[in-house]
């Protein structure tokens, strides 16, 4: 990073601090109501889905510490898609850059394959307990049909125009049949490598947004091309392969109509028959932050009608409604490793309020549209040996977890039986992708119910405005208990002084080289820590309880029988 980005970084990162040192107004009241015997439905674990731009980054230092968090938040039931996964190059990893040299050309133009980096990041990831969602991409520079001169490996890193990531690793095949059969044999060396029960539970999809010039310099036919060959290889190595796709950019657009129609009804540019098979869809949704009279101010409402959107495309094809749909990326915004000031929230507690506050109406949204939501892909991972807290979308810096990372430990402990919850502050479905949050806050609510009788309540606080702000008092009722053994009562936090590692960080003075002691402190400032409170007085089925809940603050509580 150049001197002056480090210096953009460090005065990003301490004015949130500033402004939270402010004194608050009066905290103002909210009332949560749950009833834990009134069933509203599964609660699907959309969040287990992580991916990055730079997939040599996952067999570093951090990325193989941070693979492993991610793998212990569901074991088992973890996925991860990355970028470059059959790129050209010596797998030095750069921003929005990875390679593992997969395939090249003798001299006679005769394929040679090379899986041992590939073989090393898919190791890493299933040692660590997660799955491949596999991404076949981007164009191997032996095989690119990009004009003669085009430079193949893009310069693009943090400050630069974004058009400037293009090269020949966007370009189409020259030969559609040596990229079918690079499919083929990719797919073909994973079954013998890692057997046929573990690649049945991986996703196959090809290619990045290729209805993007960012991603795809073809025509949407060439791509329609692209993937029917893909598929037709991945399938003719292992039939039961779980193929899809396209991971459009946004809701897709006509690219996106013409995609599906040719999926359904299309002539299959490989076999000659009718459609490509596909087994689950996927487009991306992202957000638009601003930086606004000297604050942030994040943009939920495009990146949820960015998935109403999505959600309606597929809803409208009778053929595909019931087809399981992953949001291949959906975040706050576009561009992890783009570094400005409309992009400060990442480090602290309005990147993990605001995932609260956005997957809450995701799951809203898949209810609303009738569709089968598999996953909701977080596109962010780390950025190995990069300045402290640098600004980027990340879910861990230098080893050491950010508050975003605590959400998804909070997610993993919600149940799969949702149970009826309401706040008198959280803002409606159609309001918030309408308006956003821009006046009052939205203090909300998920709840559900496990074994034993285990209640688990997901509470947030969350403004569009990176601004100091009101706690809001809390009273939750809690209906339905039943009778039964005591209880014991767990709460876990991420605010502001609660698994927050930055405010650590800031309140150090914002070393760029902590020591060791320092480091330690700030492994130590990132990991929650439950606080056990005196069970309610249950009466008739029925309890209450108070607690704060800060500007930003993500509180998880759990009722359950005691030991």
Not at 103 to 130: F, H, M, N
Not at 555 to 562: D, M, Q, V, Y
């Amino acid at each position: 990073m150049r001197f002056h980005h480090l210096l953009l970084a460090v005065s990003l990162a301490l004015a949130p601090l500033l402004a939270w040192g402010q004194a608050a107004s009066v905290p103002f009241e909210v009332r949560i109501s749950v009833d834990a015997a009134k069933a509203t439905g599964e609660l699907k674990p959309i969040w287990r889905f992580f991916g990055a731009d730079e997939p040599n980054y996952v067999t570093m230092k951090d990325g193989r510490k941070l693979m492993a968090e991610l793998g212990q938040l569901s074991p088992g039931n973890v996925y991860f898609r990355a970028h470059s996964l059959l790129s050209s190059g010596d797998g030095t990893p750069a921003f929005k850059w990875g390679s593992t040299n997969a395939y090249t050309e003798d001299k006679d133009g005769k394929p040679v394959y090379d899986w041992s980096v590939v073989d090393r990041i898919i190791d890493t990831q299933l040692a660590r307990g997660v799955h491949p969602y596999l991404q076949l991409g981007f164009m191997p520079e032996a095989m690119s049909s990009a004009p003669p001169g085009t430079p193949y490996q893009h310069s693009w890193r943090p400050g630069f125009a974004y058009e400037l990531i293009a090269g020949g690793w966007q370009a189409p095949p020259r030969d559609y049949a040596k990229w079918e059969e690079l499919a083929y044999q990719w797919t073909r060396h994973n079954l013998e490598r890692y057997g046929r029960d573990e690649l049945r539970k991986w996703y196959f999809e090809v290619w990045n947004e290729p209805n993007s010039t960012h991603y795809w310099a073809g025509t949407p036919d060439q791509f329609y091309k692209l993937h029917d060959h893909a598929v037709a290889g991945i399938r003719r190595a292992f039939p039961e392969a779980r193929v899809g796709g396209p991971d459009v950019a946004g809701s897709g657009g006509a690219f996106m109509d013409g995609f599906l129609k040719h999926v359904v009804s299309g002539t299959n540019h490989a076999t000659g028959t009718t459609g490509t098979p596909t087994d689950f869809l996927a487009f991306h949704a992202k957000g638009s932050p601003r930086f606004v009279d000297g604050h942030v101010r994040m943009g939920i409402t495009n990146h949820l009608m960015a998935v109403d959107k999505g959600f309606a495309k597929i809803a409208a094809v009778a053929e595909l409604k019931s087809r399981p749909i992953v949001i291949g990326e959906s975040d706050p915004e576009g561009c992890a490793a783009c570094p400005g000031a409309q992009n400060a929230y990442r480090n602290g507690t309005m990147y993990s309020s605001y995932t609260a506050a956005s997957f809450s109406r995701i799951w809203q949204l898949a209810e609303r549209h009738g569709v089968n939501l598999e996953g909701a892909l977080t596109w962010a991972f780390t950025f190995e040996d990069q300045p402290w807290f640098a600004g980027y979308r990340q879910l861990a810096s230098n080893g050491v977890d950010l508050p975003v990372m605590n959400m998804f430990r909070l997610f993993a402990q919600l149940d799969r039986q949702g149970v009826s919850a309401t706040s008198s502050a959280q803002i409606g479905l159609d309001d918030i992708m309408s308006k956003g949050v821009r006046g009052a806050a939205d203090v909300g609510v998920l709840a559900t119910r496990g074994p034993g009788g285990r209640l688990a309540i997901l509470a947030w606080h969350y403004h569009d405005d990176d601004v100091a702000g009101p706690d809001a008092a809390v009273t939750l009722a809690l209906n339905g208990l039943g009778a039964g053994a005591p209880r014991k009562l767990r709460q876990w936090r991420v605010d502001q002084v609660n698994g927050n590692a930055f405010t650590a960080w800031q309140a150090m003075g914002a070393p760029q080289s902590p020591d060791l002691k320092q480091a330690q402190a700030l492994e130590a400032a990132a990991r929650m820590v439950p606080a056990d409170l005196a069970p309610p007085a249950i009466r008739n089925g029925r309890a209450e309880l108070h607690f704060s809940l800060p500007r930003q603050g993500v509180t998880l509580l759990i009722l359950e029988a005691a030991p």
